[in-house]
């Protein structure tokens, strides 16, 4: 019994390493890469840098869109197999994308892109681990998402260099080589686990029981969904302005440095929580990070150009962004249970996405209308609604969530 157990720890281990690896190549290639390579795609394409992010905030309206159907698939199918066929699809449209010819079929491949992110990041990877073992499914997404805070860190400077080298179209082959030589085997070895696993545990497999009553299920389901889309919009709204906005309120250069404070801060969140977070709930993790990302923006709103304001500010924003992508996860297991976690998540992400595609040119048209300030008050208020949508739900728990066999 004792050889089993740490033998399965050692798999879980494995398992929470290769989908690490996969979410840090995930995001680098398929998220954060693009910011460094958009200008290189709208000289080449012809487009302006604005027309270029169009493109990219459309795909992913409709890569938010598609979560839904595609965590009702994760279910019925399995998550690892969706995210192998997703490590597939993502190599061809990256492909894709560096061959288009014409701007539609470059907008084309762009969206089915956002698609294919949907199959192999944080979602699906959430999915896998409540599969393979619901009741450290939190633990190990802490663990997951500490691994894959790295991934901005790791590739805005191979972006950067490879840029230096070789053309965005080289670039965006490379990155499909990764997808389809590292991705897709490691989802293939998730995949076999998990069916021998299945064999072997033959329907006494443990399930996790939510802690949310069934006649409030609906309801609280509606509230996380509008709090975590919420929360989303504020965050994305900021993050996709902030060294500017920085730069704009008369930071100058030092701007750049203040934002790159933002990954590290999400990365130490992540540690801390994983250290010392063990008695903090789904829910209380949730309240938190909100907390931490509306005190970020009232602390840049009051302080204005004064340096270690907005130091405070980027560190902030950052802490609060790291446990969000903790609770993503966590949340909807502590409150709704493992039975369809594919396809609540799935229903949380669309909403979260599709709200959260519009917030960079929402929040760019509210400063050039309403200026700087009333415009982070207002996203300040947006995230002060989802801490209360956020203890809302906390409070109408019956209990934690139990597992059963």
Not at 144 to 156: D, K, P, Q, R, Y
Not at 195 to 200: E, L, V
Not at 260 to 280: D, E, H, T, Y
């Amino acid at each position: 019994m004792r050889k089993r157990s740490v033998h399965n720890r050692r798999v879980s281990a494995g398992i929470v390493s290769a989908l690490g690896l996969t979410q840090i190549i995930g995001y680098g290639t398929l998220y954060y890469s693009f910011s460094i390579l958009a200008p290189s795609i709208a000289g080449d394409l012809g487009l302006s840098l604005a027309q270029v992010f169009g493109v990219f905030s459309l795909s992913l309206f409709i890569g938010g869109l598609s979560a839904t159907y595609i965590g009702q698939q994760m279910d019925r199918i399995g998550a690892a197999t969706i995210m192998s066929v997703g490590s597939a699809l993502a190599a061809l449209t990256l492909a894709l994308c560096a061959w288009s010819p014409s701007v539609a079929i470059f907008a084309i491949a762009i969206i089915l892109l956002e698609v294919s992110s949907g199959m192999v990041q944080y979602q699906a990877a959430f999915a896998a681990l409540v599969e393979h073992d619901p009741k450290s499914a939190s633990q190990s997404i802490t663990y997951l998402t500490l691994i894959g805070g790295f991934a901005s860190t790791i590739f805005w400077p191979i972006s950067t260099t490879l840029l230096d080298v070789l053309s965005w179209r080289e670039i965006f082959l490379v990155f499909a080589a990764l997808h389809l030589i590292l991705c897709m085997p490691l989802h293939f070895w998730i995949r076999s686990v998990g069916k021998k696993a299945a064999d072997h545990t033959l329907g006494t497999r443990e399930t996790v029981i939510g802690a949310i009553l069934p006649h409030t299920r609906r309801r609280a389901m509606v509230i996380v969904s509008c709090a975590f889309a919420l929360l989303g919009f504020t965050l994305a709204a900021i993050l996709a302005h902030m060294v500017p906005m920085l730069g704009s309120i008369g930071l100058g250069t030092a701007a750049v440095v203040i934002g790159a404070l933002f990954g590290p801060a999400q990365v130490l969140s992540r540690l801390i929580n994983m250290v010392f977070g063990k008695s903090l709930s789904p829910p209380a993790l949730a309240v938190l990070s909100a907390i931490l990302i509306v005190v970020g923006i009232l602390i840049l709103l009051i302080t204005g150009d004064w340096p270690p304001g907005a130091v405070a500010f980027a560190i902030c924003l950052g802490l609060g962004s790291g446990i969000n992508s903790i609770a993503q996860g966590s949340l909807p297991l502590y409150l709704f249970g493992s039975d369809g976690y594919g396809a609540i998540t799935g229903k949380m992400a669309a909403a979260r996405l599709a709200v959260g595609a519009g917030a960079p040119f929402v929040f760019a048209a509210a400063m050039e209308n309403i200026g700087l300030s009333m415009s982070l008050a207002a996203n300040a208020v947006l995230g002060a609604i989802s801490i209360a949508g956020f203890v809302a739900v906390a409070v109408s728990c019956r209990q934690p969530a139990t597992v059963t066999a």
